[in-house]
C-alpha cells in the first residue's frame, strides 16, 4: 500500500515563471523534490528544464481554469509518485485591471474560475491524502490587495479575499488533521506581472512607466520592489518544520507598504 502522503517532495502551482518559480527553486534548495505544474507548453518546459539544475524535477501540466483539472491532476501525481506531495503551494497570474464599471460579469466569473474555484480545489482535493498520511502544508500566495484593496485591480481584490477566507476556515477545520493551511500576501515584487501592472497603469494615466514605477516605490517604506528570491524564502520558512505552529494567517511579504496595526 503506497503512502498518502511525501514528506520528501512538494507540488508547485503555477511555478513556470514569477513567484512561483522562484518558491520552486528555494523548495530544492531545501532538500525537496519538487513537481511544478502551470498551462502546457514550452514555458513550462523550459521552467522544469532551468530548475532541474537544482534538484529532482519534474512537470505536470494543469490549466487552473479547466473544469475538473485539479482532480485530474491530483490523480496523476498518485499515479506517477504513489503520494500526494505533503507541501502544497498554489501561486498563479491575476486577472486583467479593471474597476467598478469595467470588469463585467464575464470579467468577475472569469476571476472567479481563475483564482477561488482552483483554491477550494487544491486544499479539498489533498486533504483526505494530508489528513491520511498525518499531516502535511498547504499555502496559497494571494496579494496584499486582501489587507488594502488595489485601485483598478477589482476582481483581484474579491476573489484572493475570498481565497483568504477559505484558507482561514480550512485551517481550523483541518489543524486536528496535522494540516496546516495559510496564505502568503506579496506587495510590489519585481516579477513580470507587476511589471505589466505598472506597464497598464501608465497607459491609463497617460504617464511614462518609468514616472508610475518610481511613485510605486516611493510608497513603500523600503524604497524599492522586493525580489522573488527575498519572497520565496519567506514561503520555504512556511514550508518547513520550523513554521511547525503557524497556520491560518495570511504572512505579508511587502517591504512595509500596508500601514494596518495587524498587518
Not at 474555484?117 to 486544499?123: D, G, L, M, T
Not at 520558512?237 to 511547525?244: E, I, K, R, T, V
Amino acid at each position: 500500500m503506497t503512502a498518502a502522503s511525501d514528506p520528501s517532495r512538494a507540488w508547485v502551482i503555477g511555478a513556470s515563471r514569477g513567484l512561483g518559480h522562484a518558491v520552486a527553486r528555494r523548495l530544492l534548495a531545501q532538500g525537496l523534490a519538487v513537481t511544478i505544474s502551470a498551462r502546457a507548453g514550452e514555458r513550462l518546459d523550459r521552467a522544469a528544464a532551468a530548475l532541474a539544475e537544482g534538484g529532482t524535477v519534474d512537470a505536470l501540466p494543469l490549466d487552473l481554469a479547466a473544469d475538473g483539472a485539479v482532480p485530474d491532476a491530483i490523480a496523476a501525481l498518485k499515479d506517477r509518485h504513489g503520494a500526494v506531495p505533503s507541501v502544497v503551494v498554489l501561486s498563479g497570474g491575476g486577472p486583467a485591471p479593471a474597476g467598478i464599471e469595467g470588469l463585467g460579469a464575464d470579467g468577475l466569473d472569469a476571476a472567479y474560475r481563475l483564482l477561488l474555484r482552483p483554491a477550494y480545489e487544491v486544499v479539498a482535493g489533498v486533504a483526505p491524502e494530508l489528513r491520511a498520511a498525518g499531516g502535511g502544508t498547504v499555502v496559497l500566495l494571494t496579494s496584499s490587495g486582501v489587507l488594502e484593496p488595489i485601485p483598478n485591480l477589482l476582481a483581484s481584490n474579491v476573489m484572493r479575499a475570498g481565497v483568504t477566507a477559505l484558507a482561514k476556515t480550512a485551517a481550523s477545520e483541518l489543524a486536528g488533521d496535522g494540516i496546516r493551511v495559510l496564505c502568503v500576501a506579496p506587495g510590489r515584487i519585481a516579477t513580470d506581472r507587476v511589471a505589466e501592472l505598472d506597464a497598464a497603469a501608465a497607459a491609463r494615466q497617460g504617464r511614462d512607466v518609468d514616472d508610475v514605477r518610481a511613485a510605486s516605490q516611493a510608497a513603500i517604506p523600503m524604497g524599492r520592489y522586493g525580489t522573488p528570491e527575498e519572497f520565496a524564502a519567506v514561503v520555504g520558512f512556511l514550508c518547513s518544520p520550523d513554521a511547525s505552529y503557524v497556520t491560518g494567517t495570511t504572512v505579508l511579504v511587502d517591504g512595509g507598504k500596508i500601514g494596518g496595526l495587524l498587518a
